[in-house]
């Protein structure tokens, strides 16, 4: 990453309104890139043994928890409805608690949840497999508004009702996106409404756009090329699109044969870099182009081919969860392998996963089979510093907020919630 770049994400981090080292607000922390806010405290060595502070029971589901104002949030399967929680972080007594809709089910996973929620200032986010999207006061979790993609905007639900052949229902899986006061998502009206974006405070649709079918990777917020922009990786592939009206600014085609693209892209200078396990890993460069922007697919590497597990960005590299349970580093600007690692991953009985945490030069990550490895960022070689259990089977990404680690068990039965200590 260039020098001005670190100056600009540094600067981001500490103007956001109320964003502070012990949060966590949403899907993979502070910007969606798995890196803390700066400032944060950080361990330099993983603890041999570390310490959980406190474990509860919790419902099924994937949604991951977030830490936000000293409240950890989280989404689970509560008799047959999908519920918000807020806890205090300190010693995890119940401050609240919301229903937000009827489960959702699978054949893949438990019923439950599969969408993080998004704190941003005094509100929460939740978004139901169903497609419920509600606003709630972090507070008391009072409901603000609410609206339904399938009921308020025709949208299809990925799986029976788009006509994809072969192509499972997940449910709705994409965070949505806060940018100031408004709110993006990944909606799949094949109306003009396959992305939305809504008023933060009263629900009232500002724009709406496309008509992509929503696949499963959140929309990300990225400057390219100069120009501020949502990016969303949908079914048909890659859009990026104004933030004031959401007109298209450009588009790359990403076509699979059951619309499975998971993965959260990732923003590393002017690249956007995604796929899915069948397409392969998408290298695309964004330039100026007058008053807009060209776009170029410049690479693709299907050796690096990653599923659902979203990568993480440190200094000119990709690191990431292969195709061969592999954990990987891909040099942005070729697509070249650097190395492949395998061996972390073997135990796991079904899809692997991994979620990534990131620091100066090293990366934390935390295994589906409950286990972090502690692991250097570097493109000439793995290089393991260090490893422990922290939990059972899981595919949630944990929040990291001030030394401490907030990890969400549990496969396809009940969970736990952990709270665990990282730093001495």
Same mark, same amino acid.
């Given at each position: 990453?260039?020098?001005?770049?670190?100056?600009?994400?540094?600067?981001?981090?500490?103007?956001?309104?109320?964003?502070?080292?012990?949060?966590?607000?949403?899907?993979?922390?502070?910007?969606?890139?798995?890196?803390?806010?700066?400032?944060?405290?950080?361990?330099?060595?993983?603890?041999?043994?570390?310490?959980?502070?406190?474990?509860?029971?919790?419902?099924?589901?994937?949604?991951?928890?977030?830490?936000?104002?000293?409240?950890?949030?989280?989404?689970?399967?509560?008799?047959?409805?999908?519920?918000?929680?807020?806890?205090?972080?300190?010693?995890?007594?119940?401050?609240?608690?919301?229903?937000?809709?009827?489960?959702?089910?699978?054949?893949?996973?438990?019923?439950?949840?599969?969408?993080?929620?998004?704190?941003?200032?005094?509100?929460?986010?939740?978004?139901?497999?169903?497609?419920?999207?509600?606003?709630?006061?972090?507070?008391?979790?009072?409901?603000?508004?609410?609206?339904?993609?399938?009921?308020?905007?025709?949208?299809?639900?990925?799986?029976?009702?788009?006509?994809?052949?072969?192509?499972?229902?997940?449910?709705?899986?994409?965070?949505?996106?806060?940018?100031?006061?408004?709110?993006?998502?990944?909606? /799949?009206?094949?109306?003009?409404?396959?992305?939305? &974006?809504? *008023?933060?405070? =009263? @629900? $009232?649709?500002? !724009?709406?756009?496309?008509?992509?079918?929503?696949?499963?990777?959140?929309?990300?917020?990225?400057?390219?090329?100069?120009?501020?922009?949502?990016?969303?990786?949908?079914?048909?592939?890659?859009?990026?699109?104004?933030?004031?009206?959401?007109?298209?600014?450009?588009?790359?085609?990403?076509?699979?044969?059951?619309?499975?693209?998971?993965?959260?892209?990732?923003?590393?200078?002017?690249?956007?870099?995604?796929?899915?396990?069948?397409?392969?890993?998408?290298?695309?460069?964004?330039?100026?182009?007058?008053?807009?922007?060209?776009?170029?697919?410049?690479?693709?590497?299907?050796?690096?081919?990653?599923?659902?597990?979203?990568?993480?960005?440190?200094?000119?590299?990709?690191? /990431?969860?292969?195709?061969?349970?592999?954990?990987? &580093?891909? *040099?942005?600007? =070729? @697509? $070249?392998?650097? !190395?492949?690692?395998?061996?972390?991953?073997?135990?796991?009985?079904?899809?692997?996963?991994?979620?990534?945490?990131?620091?100066?030069?090293?990366?934390?990550?935390?295994?589906?089979?409950?286990?972090?490895?502690?692991?250097?960022?570097?493109?000439?070689?793995?290089?393991?510093?260090?490893?422990?259990?922290?939990?059972?089977?899981?595919?949630?990404?944990?929040?990291?907020?001030?030394?401490?680690?907030?990890?969400?068990?549990?496969?396809?039965?009940?969970?736990?919630?952990?709270?665990?200590?990282?730093?001495?």
């Amino acid at each position: 990453m260039k020098s001005h770049q670190v100056l600009l994400f540094a600067l981001m981090f500490l103007s956001a309104p109320g964003l502070r080292g012990e949060d966590w607000p949403q899907w993979r922390g502070p910007l969606r890139t798995g890196h803390p806010v700066v400032g944060a405290r950080l361990p330099t060595a993983l603890p041999i043994e570390p310490k959980t502070i406190w474990r509860i029971k919790i419902g099924e589901g994937f949604a991951s928890p977030v830490v936000a104002g000293g409240k950890v949030i989280y989404f689970d399967n509560q008799a047959g409805q999908e519920t918000l929680h807020a806890l205090n972080a300190t010693d995890h007594r119940e401050l609240w608690r919301a229903d937000v809709d009827e489960v959702f089910r699978d054949d893949q996973g438990p019923p439950g949840p599969r969408c993080t929620p998004v704190v941003e200032g005094d509100l929460v986010f939740a978004q139901s497999g169903l497609g419920e999207l509600q606003c709630l006061r972090l507070a008391d979790g009072q409901r603000v508004w609410r609206v339904n993609f399938r009921k308020d905007f025709g949208a299809a639900f990925l799986g029976e009702d788009s006509k994809i052949p072969g192509a499972a229902e997940h449910g709705y899986t994409a965070a949505p996106l806060v940018d100031g006061e408004r709110v993006i998502a990944c909606v /799949g009206g094949t109306n003009g409404a396959g992305i939305v &974006c809504f *008023e933060k405070r =009263t @629900g $009232r649709v500002l !724009w709406k756009s496309q008509d992509d079918l929503a696949a499963y990777a959140a929309p990300m917020l990225a400057t390219l090329a100069g120009v501020r922009q949502a990016v969303c990786l949908t079914v048909t592939g890659l859009v990026g699109l104004t933030l004031a009206d959401g007109k298209p600014l450009w588009r790359v085609p990403i076509k699979t044969s059951y619309g499975r693209n998971a993965s959260t892209p990732v923003i590393a200078d002017d690249w956007v870099v995604a796929g899915s396990y069948q397409a392969g890993l998408l290298g695309v460069k964004l330039a100026a182009d007058g008053p807009g922007v060209k776009v170029e697919s410049v690479w693709t590497n299907k050796a690096a081919a990653i599923n659902f597990s979203s990568p993480i960005v440190v200094g000119r590299h990709l690191y /990431g969860l292969g195709p061969a349970k592999n954990l990987i &580093c891909v *040099e942005i600007a =070729t @697509g $070249r392998l650097k !190395w492949s690692k395998e061996g972390y991953f073997n135990s796991s009985p079904n899809t692997p996963h991994a979620a990534f945490i990131g620091w100066g030069n090293r990366i934390l990550v935390c295994t589906d089979v409950g286990q972090l490895l502690l692991m250097a960022a570097d493109p000439a070689g793995f290089r393991e510093l260090g490893r422990a259990q922290v939990c059972g089977f899981n595919w949630c990404n944990p929040a990291y907020a001030d030394g401490r680690l907030y990890v969400r068990d549990g496969l396809k039965t009940t969970g736990n919630l952990f709270f665990v200590e990282l730093l001495p």
